[in-house]
């Protein structure tokens, strides 16, 4: 079975950098209400927590659950 860090970590990931490359390479592209850099910040943040998850998902793989064992 398929670890769900796995997924939600790509996908995190994924997004962080579409929003890194929004920030960097098209400031003037932000909130009207703001004068910071939304996407950069957010990028940053999520790009962050997808690279938590890829970590985690490979230092602490989930494990099967044991089969008890068979009497015969």
């Known amino acids: 079975m398929l670890d769900l860090r796995v997924p939600t970590g790509f996908f995190f990931t994924l997004v962080g950098l579409i929003l890194v490359a929004m920030g960097v390479f098209a400031p003037a592209e932000r909130a009207a209400l703001t004068d910071s850099n939304v996407n950069l910040y957010c990028g940053l943040v999520m790009l962050a927590f997808g690279a938590a998850m890829l970590i985690g998902a490979k230092v602490a793989p989930t494990k099967p659950p ?5 009497q015969q």
């Open 66 to 70: 044991a089969k008890p064992p068979t």
